[in-house]
């Protein structure tokens, strides 16, 4: 019986360690593809779910290499590389925040690195979209964390990511689903610039963190 039960754990250990080993490969493939992007697109949908109350947004984003542009609903982020700068056109408000102090956006680069350290991560399902295989790669916080876990949807035939999802303890949600993708777009670099007299100019509050 010590026997069954020992090869029964080495078993596990075994498929613990496959799964593992699979979800890296697939998750360094990812990763490869969009650091190597010298620009991308991405066209989405954008849920966020908290006490019950759903809220739902399409948005795009324009990135090269660590720079980005980002469009949700009234909101308008753009990533200098020094500075992240939030606009809120219906508060007519600009929120302008050292790249160092915060972590209140959603990038594909940023989506990836997390799984590079503090999470574990293992194959989750596997659904068909259309003539699109889609795995799911589940990553769970190693240490303390607001978040209970995360589900990043990669297409396994061209290595993009479809969808993803984060899940907080207090059962909030946040979820993307790409709805299109180009890359290695030609993108002109004042896409990435903010003009923060434009702003004065139009009666927008302007804070410093």
């Given amino acids: ?42 066209k989405f949908d954008f849920n966020h779910t908290i006490n019950g109350k759903l809220t739902a947004r399409s948005g795009e984003v324009y990135s090269m290499k660590q720079k980005f542009n980002l469009n949700v609903g009234d909101i308008n982020q753009i990533f200098t590389g020094k ?4 606009v809120s056109k219906d508060d007519k408000e600009v929120t302008i925040s050292d790249a160092s102090n915060t972590d209140d956006f959603l990038t594909p680069t ?12 293992a194959l989750a399902d596997k659904i068909k979209v259309g003539n699109q295989t889609i ?28 969808d993803y999802k984060e899940v907080g303890k207090n059962g909030e949600t946040t979820s993307i689903i790409v709805k299109d993708y180009l890359e290695n777009l030609l993108i002109h670099k004042s896409y990435f610039n903010f003009d923060q ?7 927008y509050i302007i804070t410093q963190l």
């Fill in 197 to 203: 007299k434009k702003y004065k100019s139009q009666g």
């Fill in 1 to 42: 019986m010590k026997k069954i039960i020992y090869t029964f754990i080495l078993l596990l250990v075994g498929v613990g360690t496959l799964n593992a080993q699979s979800a890296k490969q697939i998750l360094d493939k990812v990763y490869t593809k969009y650091t190597n992007a010298n620009s991308y697109y991405i």
């Fill in 83 to 86: 500075e992240l700068i939030t």
């Fill in 135 to 162: 795995q799911h790669i589940k990553l769970t916080p190693t240490g303390s964390s607001s978040m209970k876990h995360c589900i990043l949807g990669v297409n396994t035939a061209n290595n993009q990511i479809y």
């Fill in 110 to 121: 940023k989506v990836l690195n997390t799984y590079r350290s503090g999470y574990n991560y």
